[in-house]
Every structure is written in C-alpha cells, then in structure tokens.
C-alpha cells in the first residue's frame, strides 16, 4: 500500500509540499547513458513557511534502497496554549503514566520522523498516544503513513481557538472510562446548588466511588474559587484549562435571614426584627375606652407594632369563639389583626404577617445567585423581600438550614447569612 502511494500522482496534489525528484536519492538504474535528474520550482515554496514537508537526501545503501521522509519544524514559535494544555492534561490522566516517546518510523521504502515541538504528543488514559495536529498543517500522506505504522495513535485536529470543540475531541480520543457533554450536577434538595460545566470525565468505573469525578470548563472566566473548593469537597475536582480570571466577590448588598425556631411567637419576632419593625410585647389594647361610652374593654395583644401609619396586633388564639369574636372587633376599630394558631409553621406565620402588612411575598424557589453564562446556581425557598433594605438590596427568609460552604458562596455573591 505504501508503495502504491509513493508511485501515484498524490505527491503533485498536495497543496502543501510537492515532490522534487532531485531531494530523492535511490538506487541508481544503469543504462546506456547517463540521465539528469528533472528538476522543477516549487509552486507554492514562497506562498507558505508551515508545516513544510521535505524528501532528504541521505546515503543509502544498496542492501536497503529508499527515501527518508522528515517532517521539519516550523520557523514558528509552539502555540501559546500548548504549555497550559499539556498541565491541564497532567491533571486529568492518572499519575504514573509514562510520556509518549517521539514518533520515528523506519521500513525499506521510507524513514518518518515528526517533530514533537511542532506537533506535540501526549499520553491517552488507556496508554495509546495523542498527536496534536492544532494548525491542521500535518499533510494527508504523513497521516496515513502514520496510521498505516500504528493505527492506535489518534489525531487531533481541532484548535485551542475553539476551546469546547477542541477539549472535545481530545477527551473523546482521551481513552477514558465515560465523556459526557453539558453535564449538570446538583448538590442537595433545599438549598440547591447546580453546576453546569462543558464535560464531565470519569476515570474508571469506580470514579464516583473514588472521588475522582472531574468537571471541565472550556470558559475563559473562571468559576469562583470558593466554588471550586466546594466542589473539591464533594468529590468532584473542576479543570479550567483556558480561564485566565476567577470570578470575584461582589459588595454586601443583600440578606439571607434565617430562623430555625418553630415557634410561632419567635418566628413574628424574627420578622419585625428584620423588617425593623419594633413591637411592644403583652399589650393591652383598648377595644373600648370608659371615658368614651363607660365601658371599657382592652384585648390582650402578645405584639403590637406601627408601620407605615397602621396598626398591627398579633394574638394567639386557642379555639375560643368570644376571643375570636374580640379581633373581629378590633379589625372594626382599624387593627391590622395577626391570629396565630398553636400549630402554624414557619411557612404559615410569616404568609399570615406578611400578608397583612401588604408585603408581596409568598413561600417558594428563588434564585440567589448564579454565575456568567448559567455556569452555576443556587436556589433555596423562602420569602423574598425585594428592595428591602435601605440601599435597595434584598432579604431572603427562610427556615431551611444552610450548610458553611453555602455561606460562604452566598457571601461572595453579595448576601450576608444571618441566623436567629
């Protein structure tokens, strides 16, 4: 096979080399008189300095005819991406792993040398070798000469410019256990963290096991490091190959309140707290005056509270139609009434307080934060209280526990967690 391609027209159809019988010394054929060489100019020799494809001269012995076909190296400098491809590579293939040793080939018809500068080599996770063909200058001819000699060498193609296009097709010829594209992982119910990455890359089957998922990022901005550590901590390692900034923090402007009490009465005091609502506590509030119509008559008020010019009572009640009857009549007097039932959870408290102060709010999914491109999220339930701060920010409340590293994420992101 190989000889055929040596004896057919392919060398004149090759835009990027052309044969020139004169670089080509074989065995000599005697006949009746002597020949001269043809000689003919490169066509394309001042159009292009890449990937340059030259037939060597070189002594030959008669016992061995053939030609040495030497794949020079460019004039250029290696690509600037080859050094942080080559780290990014020393991570994600497991640790003790030989280097790939240069391609040389040897047969009768022709010796193939590639330079591994110019066309850099890597090791697959199953042993076989990875040749980087980034600039696509590597000939048609020396990538069948080379498949031809070892099938097991994979070519890649792609270029770092196209940072996803290109970690995919070196993952996909990477040899490892399992390649996923545009994973989404999630981590916990309520609170919830989502992570979105180009790849996701397992190692062998007992990765997961092990600790040794890896997430991959093509991106050029950078997950927040405080993720990343997170990340870490769940097992999962994220290689950012081409990000040349991490994510910042951004100023405090938000708060995320948090209450783990369940009782009715304390949840109202958190509530007040935040809205900076102050309240008096065991009020007597008066239904009738005995100045007025010689009755008098207070309602017993566990908070009471002014807010905007409107009056506020929050009252137990434990089943008694007279009480209930009393804060009907209250509400007749211009009382904003808050009734709490011994049972009433987090949920329900602050539905019935907030409900009554004409706050739009009610318990649900929110979205906190999430990072450039939906690289990330993180969602929890609560009631959020926009523009409630005086600088415009948010309060989020909630009874759902958040764990530090969630903290942590969330103060990056602007909130500060407080816990009553």
């Given at each position: 096979?190989i000889a055929d391609l040596l004896s057919t027209d392919c060398w004149?159809?090759?835009?990027?080399?052309?044969?020139?019988?004169?670089?080509?010394?074989?065995?000599?054929?005697?006949?009746?008189?002597?020949?001269?060489?043809?000689?003919?100019?490169?066509?394309?020799?001042?159009?292009?300095?890449?990937?340059?494809?030259?037939?060597?001269?070189?002594?030959?012995?008669?016992?061995?005819?053939?030609?040495?076909?030497?794949?020079?190296?460019?004039?250029?400098?290696?690509?600037?991406?080859?050094?942080?491809?080559?780290?990014?590579?020393?991570?994600?293939?497991?640790?003790?792993?030989?280097?790939?040793?240069?391609?040389?080939?040897?047969?009768?018809?022709?010796?193939?040398?590639?330079?591994?500068?110019?066309?850099?080599?890597?090791?697959?996770?199953?042993?076989?070798?990875?040749?980087?063909?980034?600039?696509?200058?590597?000939?048609?001819?020396?990538?069948?000469?080379?498949?031809?000699?070892?099938?097991?060498?994979?070519?890649?193609?792609?270029?770092?410019?196209?940072?996803?296009?290109?970690?995919?097709?070196?993952?996909?010829?990477?040899?490892?256990?399992?390649?996923?594209?545009?994973?989404?992982?999630?981590?916990?119910?309520?609170?919830?963290?989502?992570?979105?990455?180009?790849?996701?890359?397992?190692?062998?089957?007992?990765?997961?096991?092990?600790?040794?998922?890896?997430?991959?990022?093509?991106?050029?901005?950078?997950?927040?490091?405080?993720?990343?550590?997170?990340?870490?901590?769940?097992?999962?390692?994220?290689?950012?190959?081409?990000?040349?900034?991490?994510?910042?923090?951004?100023?405090?402007?938000?708060?995320?309140?948090?209450t783990a009490s369940h009782d009715p009465a304390q949840v109202i005091?958190?509530?007040?707290?935040?809205?900076?609502?102050?309240?008096?506590?065991?009020?007597?509030?008066?239904?009738?005056?005995?100045?007025?119509?010689?009755?008098?008559?207070?309602?017993?008020?566990?908070?009471?509270?002014?807010?905007?010019?409107?009056?506020?009572?929050?009252?137990?009640?434990?089943?008694?139609?007279?009480?209930?009857?009393?804060?009907?009549?209250?509400?007749?007097?211009?009382?904003?009434?808050?009734?709490?039932?011994?049972?009433?959870?987090?949920?329900?408290?602050?539905?019935?307080?907030?409900?009554?102060?004409?706050?739009?709010?009610?318990?649900?999914?929110?979205?906190?934060?999430?990072?450039?491109?939906?690289?990330?999220?993180?969602?929890?339930?609560?009631?959020?209280?926009?523009?409630?701060?005086?600088?415009?920010?948010?309060?989020?409340?909630?009874?759902?526990?958040?764990?530090?590293?969630?903290?942590?994420?969330?103060?990056?992101?602007?909130?500060?967690?407080?816990?009553?």
């Amino acid at each position: 096979m190989i000889a055929d391609l040596l004896s057919t027209d392919c060398w004149a159809m090759d835009p990027r080399f052309e044969l020139d019988p004169a670089q080509v010394q074989k065995k000599s054929i005697h006949t009746d008189g002597p020949k001269k060489p043809a000689r003919r100019e490169s066509r394309r020799s001042a159009r292009t300095q890449r990937g340059v494809l030259a037939l060597h001269k070189h002594a030959v012995e008669k016992e061995q005819p053939g030609s040495v076909l030497q794949l020079a190296a460019a004039g250029s400098p290696a690509a600037p991406d080859q050094q942080q491809i080559r780290v990014f590579w020393d991570k994600l293939v497991p640790a003790g792993m030989s280097a790939p040793q240069p391609l040389i080939f040897k047969s009768e018809v022709f010796d193939l040398a590639i330079d591994p500068t110019r066309y850099p080599l890597l090791k697959a996770a199953d042993g076989r070798t990875l040749l980087l063909d980034t600039g696509g200058t590597l000939p048609p001819l020396v990538r069948t000469l080379i498949q031809e000699k070892d099938p097991g060498i994979r070519i890649i193609t792609a270029s770092p410019a196209d940072g996803r296009r290109f970690l995919g097709e070196l993952l996909a010829s990477g040899g490892f256990y399992s390649v996923e594209e545009q994973p989404v992982m999630t981590f916990g119910k309520d609170p919830q963290l989502k992570v979105r990455s180009d790849f996701k890359v397992e190692q062998s089957a007992e990765s997961v096991m092990r600790n040794e998922v890896m997430l991959i990022s093509a991106a050029r901005q950078g997950y927040p490091l405080r993720l990343t550590e997170y990340l870490k901590g769940q097992g999962v390692k994220l290689l950012e190959p081409f990000a040349e900034q991490s994510a910042s923090p951004v100023p405090l402007r938000h708060r995320v309140v948090r209450t783990a009490s369940h009782d009715p009465a304390q949840v109202i005091d958190l509530l007040l707290e935040t809205l900076a609502a102050p309240a008096e506590r065991n009020k007597r509030v008066e239904l009738f005056k005995t100045a007025e119509s010689g009755i008098g008559l207070s309602v017993a008020a566990e908070r009471y509270f002014e807010r905007g010019g409107r009056r506020y009572v929050v009252a137990r009640f434990t089943g008694d139609p007279i009480t209930y009857t009393l804060f009907r009549l209250l509400e007749t007097k211009g009382y904003r009434v808050v009734i709490l039932e011994p049972h009433d959870s987090f949920n329900t408290v602050a539905s019935k307080l907030l409900s009554r102060m004409d706050l739009p709010s009610r318990y649900s999914t929110h979205q906190l934060m999430t990072g450039p491109g939906g690289q990330y999220s993180f969602e929890m339930s609560g009631f959020m209280l926009e523009n409630t701060a005086s600088d415009g920010g948010s309060v989020m409340l909630t009874d759902r526990p958040i764990e530090s590293a969630m903290r942590e994420l969330l103060y990056d992101h602007g909130y500060q967690v407080q816990e009553r």
